[in-house]
């Protein structure tokens, strides 16, 4: 019994009709949005859920797989590659991982590997949660979209009422942290995972 959590419903139509004619799969239905969600998974009671990390609402995909936990197994999907979101499903106990660009014998795989109590987690991703980096904190990450937004030192701080000193000193703890010298790779490296919210 497996239910699809996909806010696009091209793709969710999609998959429902690549995988409703499979003799061991029954697709118990769709939704969009949480609450949606909540109420297919409640009243449909699926065993495996299919579900888009990021949906269009305030509510995203980790956040309804946390809510129902434990519960049914989660299969993430994405559109990006971001290690970061790799991370964050495996953390947030998800099953599997799959790319949207992923093939209907893929996508079935996984979900008979899990069906049988697998994980699906192609080797990309389970090599990228092994190197992971550690993410910024809020701090951090309000410094770093506002490097990205090309604001000076100065301007930073002045932004978010800190000294110019302490913004200086979170961003050379970045430096080492990631390990580079300027700003632009800085960014470039948030960028590659996904910390940046105009990449969400």
């Known amino acids: 019994r497996l239910a699809i959590i996909e806010d696009h419903p091209a793709i969710a139509?999609?998959?429902?009709?690549?995988?409703?004619?499979?003799p061991d799969v029954t697709v118990v239905g769709t939704a969009r949005d949480s609450v949606a969600a909540d109420r297919l998974i409640e009243t449909?009671?699926?065993e495996i859920?299919?579900?888009?990390?990021?949906?269009?609402?305030?509510?995203?995909g980790l956040d309804i797989l946390s809510h129902h936990t434990p519960g049914p197994a989660?299969?993430?999907?994405?559109?990006?590659?971001?290690?970061?979101?790799?991370?964050?499903?495996?953390?947030?106990?998800?099953?599997g991982y799959l790319s949207k660009m992923a093939s209907i014998d893929q996508i079935l795989k996984a979900v008979r590997t899990v069906a049988a109590g697998g994980t699906?987690?192609?080797?990309?991703?389970?090599?990228?949660?092994?190197?992971?980096?550690?993410?910024?904190?809020?701090?951090?990450?309000?410094?770093?979209?506002?490097?990205?937004?090309g604001q000076a030192n100065s301007e930073i701080a002045e932004h978010l009422l800190l000294r110019v000193k302490t913004v200086e000193s979170q961003l050379r703890r970045m430096f080492?942290?990631?390990?580079?010298?300027i700003r632009?790779?800085?960014?470039?490296?948030?960028?590659?995972?996904?910390?940046?919210?105009?990449d969400h």
Do not use: N
């Open 13 to 22: 139509d999609g998959l429902t009709a690549l995988l409703r004619d499979e």
């Open 44 to 46: 449909q009671s699926p």
């Open 49 to 60: 859920i299919l579900c888009d990390i990021r949906l269009g609402g305030a509510v995203d």
């Open 74 to 95: 989660f299969i993430m999907l994405s559109a990006y590659s971001y290690p970061s979101y790799y991370v964050a499903a495996v953390e947030h106990g998800a099953k």
């Open 120 to 149: 699906a987690f192609p080797d990309d991703v389970r090599r990228a949660v092994r190197a992971a980096l550690r993410p910024p904190t809020p701090r951090e990450s309000q410094i770093l979209e506002l490097v990205a937004e």
């Open 176 to 181: 080492d942290r990631f390990d580079v010298t």
């Open 184 to 198: 632009t790779s800085l960014v470039r490296v948030a960028q590659q995972q996904g910390w940046l919210e105009g």
